[in-house]
């Protein structure tokens, strides 16, 4: 019987053993998976770069030979030629140029998607932000007989267009849900006048979408031939895979379905390869060609800030920021609700800071004053939500602040890209917070890839080693190289400001952790694991476990470090009124049971360099953190542990915890609704999104605590740990 133990016990070890080897095969067929991918795109785009004969890391331009769905579009003889001026309409177009939008010379790939417009073809076109995208669609309208229908996404976006276009005497009307029935009727009759007073007509989605009387306008313009294009502006919101998805987008295809010989001109600043095959197909183009500009705007710095526990220090630390870095200039605070808006703004007034919120929800006639005011500098800053985003076209605006980070790379970018229109040097500062994820974790959960999205701009901010443009040009299929930075973002800039430290026995803690919450029937939310992990919490749970020497930051770090890495995984509960989150073993926990298994990531050596790193000079006094990023598995050996000292320890956990769980009153507050001038964090695919996260716990001391906000301390590495 003892002999059949002992097989019995090495059967199993064997078992466990072939399943970690598993677990091991099927990450790196994971990993070589993603690098082939990968390989293919580079070399592809290094073939596309040799043909243009422009460097990819520098290049500023670029334009696809193929549609996006990988069909041959054009060959690369014919598509220059569309860079020429010997067009019937080259002549009208140069002239209005410089009449009407005063312009002397078109910027990259301008000149080529306008004859190619001119000329009938469906484009796609990737554009950074603030690099003249409306002119494509503008200047064509100003050539042609008829008029452009625009369909785009924001009222607010419809207003600022047609406020620029009047500035340049170019007539252009809008139709939207607030339109007067007289002004409905006079542009719908318009439409169809040979004589119309307007060149472009500007709609929303959902217009398109509930609008018989407009469509069958549409259709009659277009038997006359006075349909000359269709733009859709912000195309990647037809995308449920892109990062704004709009339901009514996705029946945007009826305009090509119904109107076949009208060109369509797709916009986007943000749209990845996927996205745009997508497009194509939801639109009902065929075959478009994608002209992509460069991700990269040379002028603007990135930099990531940790937040730590104090409400209070962030708020003077972003006033700080304003009064001394940018003092008299132009910017926007972006926030995660519309109770952050007002509160926030609240908090920078009585710092003696003039700045206004802007929300959803506020009236539409107060949302139009703040927004002229701040395009006229009467108002410098503007605490805001996503609702004040797309078209935002000032140009000098020097900062655009997160204090609360993006859902996604795609939003971060183009909200951080309202900054430096004009071309001058401009700051983009994310503060971000282990509190944060989880907040909008719980948004975009309804979401079809909110969930990858969101990590992936987790992963961006933990980041200390990789050049910023670098991570961003992954994510757009871009080939980069970090030199290309000319250090303007903060992990260029203090490029050896960091070490690689080992994380496998902290990992092991807590896998332990919830082991043994998993066998106690207990759940663990985020607050919970760093508190038990931290030591605290129930005396009969201390004694169970092995708690950290690390500070908070630090142990937090390392928790999003193994969620990021599949060590951990998210898991939601869904009630009537909310959402709860917990944390659970991921499918890479099992690997760390082998004893060869080992991890390490990056860790910031230094705090306190932020103050000088921006491409703006900052004041001395400011103070700033960042750590962590890339989890290098099997990359290194254990290295030697030694304790932190006590007062690092008690620094640690002397840290207050405040309440934050939200009644449903308060959630109406939270989030700004979906209307069809409204963007929004969370998804607008489904009415009952929930709009908080609520961490249940055992008593008011265990309750999540608020944002972790800006630390004024110097955090020390892991690498001797």
């Known amino acids: 019987m003892d002999g059949n133990n002992d097989v019995q016990a090495e059967l199993d070890s064997v078992e466990a053993e072939l399943e970690l080897v598993e677990l091991q095969i099927t990450e790196l067929l994971q990993k070589q998976a993603e690098l082939t991918s990968r390989k293919d795109a580079l070399l592809q785009q290094l073939e596309e770069a040799c043909d243009t004969a422009q460097p990819s890391s520098s290049s500023s331009s670029s334009s696809s030979l193929k549609s996006s769905g990988g069909h041959s579009a054009m060959s690369k003889q014919e598509m220059q030629l569309y860079d020429g001026t010997d067009f019937p309409w080259s002549q009208a177009v140069e002239q209005h140029l410089k009449d009407l939008f005063h312009l002397s010379t078109f910027r990259p790939l301008q000149l080529r998607a306008i004859n190619l417009t001119l000329s009938g073809k469906d484009l796609f076109l990737v554009m950074p932000t603030g690099r003249g995208k409306s002119l494509c669609y503008q200047l064509p309208a100003v050539c042609s007989e008829g008029f452009t229908l625009v369909v785009t996404p924001l009222v607010s976006l419809m207003e600022d267009q047609i406020m620029s276009l009047k500035s340049v005497d170019v007539s252009a009307v809008m139709l939207n849900a607030s339109s007067s029935k007289e002004h409905a009727k006079m542009v719908l009759a318009g439409m169809t006048d040979v004589k119309a007073p307007f060149k472009l007509v500007y709609v929303t989605p959902e217009k398109i979408a509930k609008s018989k009387l407009l469509m069958s306008r549409l259709e009659k313009a277009y038997n006359a031939n006075l349909l000359n294009r269709i733009t859709v502006d912000e195309v990647h919101c037809c995308s449920q895979w892109g ?140 605490v805001a939500t996503v609702a004040f985003g797309m078209g935002i076209d000032k140009p000098d605006v020097r900062f655009v602040i997160h204090h609360t980070i993006s859902k996604s790379i795609e939003n971060y970018y183009q909200e951080s890209g309202r900054a430096g229109r004009d071309g001058h040097p401009a700051d983009c500062i994310v503060y971000f917070g282990f509190s944060d994820i989880f907040r909008i974790s719980t948004m975009v959960v309804m979401e079809n890839v909110g969930q990858q999205k969101l990590l992936k701009m987790v992963d961006y901010c933990q980041n200390v080693d990789r050049c910023r443009r670098s991570l961003m040009a992954v994510h757009f299929d871009e080939v980069w190289d970090d030199e290309g930075c000319n250090q303007m973002c903060d992990t260029c800039r203090h490029a050896k400001d960091h070490r690689t430290a080992d994380i496998t026995q902290h990992a092991r803690q807590v896998v332990q952790i919830l082991e043994l919450a998993a066998s106690m029937n207990e759940k663990l939310t985020p607050l919970k694991l760093v508190e038990a992990w931290m030591g605290k919490g129930p005396a009969k749970r201390r004694k169970m476990i092995q708690t950290t020497t690390l500070s908070r930051l630090q142990a937090e770090a390392v928790i999003v470090r193994l ?121 607008i695919m489904t009415q009952h999104v929930i709009e908080e996260i609520h961490y249940p716990s055992e008593s008011k001391e265990e309750t999540l605590c608020g944002r972790r906000h800006c630390a004024q301390l110097s955090i020390p590495d892991l690498g001797h740990l």
């Open 243 to 382: 990062h704004d998805f709009r339901p009514d987008y996705k029946l945007l295809g009826i305009l090509k379905r119904q109107f076949p010989k009208v060109p369509l001109i797709g916009l986007t600043a943000t749209a990845t390869s996927n996205v745009l095959k997508d497009c194509e197909k939801i639109l009902c183009v065929p075959q478009p060609i994608t002209l992509t500009a460069s991700f990269d705007r040379t002028n603007l710095y990135y930099e990531v800030r940790i937040k730590e526990s104090d409400n209070d220090a962030i708020i003077s630390n972003i006033a700080s920021l304003i009064k001394n870095r940018y003092k008299d200039q132009s910017g926007v605070v972006y926030v995660f609700s519309q109770k952050d808006a007002e509160s926030v703004s609240s908090e920078l007034q009585k710092r003696d800071i003039v700045a206004y919120p802007y929300h959803g929800n506020m009236d539409p006639g107060a949302k139009s004053r703040v927004h002229r005011k701040w395009t006229s500098n009467k108002i410098r800053v503007i």
């Open 563 to 683: 969620l990021l890495q599949g060590y951990l995984r998210e898991d939601f509960s869904f009630t009537p009124y909310t959402t709860y989150f917990y944390m659970k073993l991921g499918h890479k926990a099992a690997l760390l049971k082998n004893q060869s298994h080992t991890l390490s990531m990056e860790m910031g050596t230094q705090s306190g360099y932020a103050s000088d790193a921006s491409a703006v000079k900052a004041n001395k006094k400011e103070v700033d953190i960042t750590f962590d990023p890339i989890v290098m598995e099997n990359s290194c050996s254990p290295q030697p542990k030694h304790k932190l000292c006590k007062e690092q320890r008690n620094q640690s956990r002397k840290q207050e915890l405040k309440p934050v769980g939200q009644t449903e009153r308060e959630k109406q507050q939270l989030t700004d609704g979906h209307g069809e001038e409204e963007e929004t964090r969370g998804s």
